[in-house]
């Protein structure tokens, strides 16, 4: 072949591939751009606390003289919500709502449930475990459960894959310490209920793994009879009331370190508060009421969110919230999908981040204590 003929069928082939050559690096060029403008963003974990009866007035950021350093610091890092409100003034109506999103007449759930009863939240309800989980996050229920004691009806059952905890409150005989669908003691030491919670929490929290959590957190207390365990009693001076609740604020210390030293301690959305208000120790604040009862002291609860870089610091949100609200919200910061059920609550996002006044919501719906399987909780 002719060194001229070679010479052109080199140039006619750099012709053909230089086009293709210069759209696939374009379009390389073009995904890295792009990698590097719209980075995925990473799901935060979320930690959901809630305690027994703790009242409106227990913590020292709402008023109150208990000692309760951790908590009043964990307002200082977040918002304070000074309008916030139970679904229902009795326990396991109360917990179906939050962790649906909808009034537990919708779920069937009375006020509180007995051992062995024959009613529990409907097996159709989705709750935000259900949620997360369909979004790749590893879903924990430690503490109290009190939405079903029977199988079919625990925490992994509704879209937990581990539970470690008591099946209802603390006061009902005999209470059963569990893990997933086993009992590990028939009747467990009540007086040790909130270091052993604290210490399941921290060994998920100390885990290693690329899927985000979500971690329900029940305390059993400030539940009558209050219990605070060895290491806490008498160390309050106001009782077994203020032990049970300065203990759990040590846990939620503990819980925040743990988060600290794993490097979560800046993406976890952490939210803390109660399940309605006090029943015959505790303060309902400048409320008038108590848990059972439809007046504000019966459903006005503390509730704290702290999320750094998106919620603000040391707010206090004067927005009229309820725990109806904490899944369409949850759901919106997490990109959680939406339930099949129609919900009852709203996203209030634009409260807690912007201190925007909500637009008028419908008007929120409170039932009394009524019948026997709603006088304990």
């Keep these: 072949m002719s060194n001229n003929r070679r010479d052109f069928l080199k140039s006619l082939t750099a012709s053909i591939l230089a086009p293709a050559v210069s759209v696939e690096a374009e379009a390389s060029a073009s995904q890295r751009l792009h990698s590097t403008a719209t980075p995925q963003r990473k799901q935060p974990n979320v930690l959901l606390m809630i305690c027994d009866d703790l009242g409106y007035g227990d913590l020292g950021s709402y008023g109150s003289k208990l000692p309760t350093p951790t908590l009043d610091h964990l307002a200082e890092e977040g918002v304070r919500c000074a309008r916030h409100n139970a679904a229902h003034p009795i326990c396991s109506a109360s917990r179906a709502a939050l962790l649906t999103g909808r009034y537990a007449a919708r779920s069937h ?28 996050y590893r879903t924990h229920a430690i503490g109290k459960w009190h939405l079903g004691d029977e199988a079919g009806y625990l925490p ?32 467990t030491d009540r007086d040790e209920l909130t270091p052993r919670y604290t210490e399941e929490a921290l060994k998920l929290l100390t885990q290693r793994a690329s899927e985000p959590f979500f971690l329900y957190l029940a305390y059993s207390y400030p539940h009558d009879p209050a219990r605070g365990s060895k290491a806490f009693r008498g160390r309050s001076a106001f009782g077994a009331y203020g032990d049970a609740v300065e203990e759990i604020d040590w846990s939620v210390g503990r819980l925040m370190d743990a988060l600290k030293r794993g490097g979560q301690h800046d993406d976890t959305i952490v939210l803390f508060t109660s399940d309605h208000g006090p029943w015959f120790q505790g303060s309902p604040g400048n409320t008038r009421g108590r848990k059972g009862s439809t007046f504000e002291g019966g459903v006005r609860v503390p509730f704290l969110v702290r999320w750094p870089k ?35 609550g709203s996203d209030v996002s634009a409260a807690f981040l912007h201190q925007k006044t909500m637009e008028e919501r419908s008007v929120l719906y409170f039932s009394p204590a009524g019948g026997r399987e709603m006088v304990h909780g």
């Design 310 to 344: 998106h919620v603000p610091a040391g707010v206090t949100c004067e927005a009229w919230t309820s725990h109806l609200d904490v899944l369409p919200t949850l759901a919106k910061w997490c990109s959680l999908d939406t339930p099949r059920l129609p919900i009852d």
């Design 109 to 136: 759930t009375p006020g509180a449930l007995f051992p062995h009863a024959k009613v529990a939240m409907a097996r159709e309800e989705q709750t935000l475990a259900n949620l997360f989980k369909a979004k790749g």
């Design 156 to 187: 992994t059952d509704r879209g937990f894959d581990s539970f470690y905890g008591v099946p209802y409150s603390d006061d009902m005989q005999p209470l059963p310490l569990m893990r997933n669908g086993d009992t590990l003691e028939s009747d």
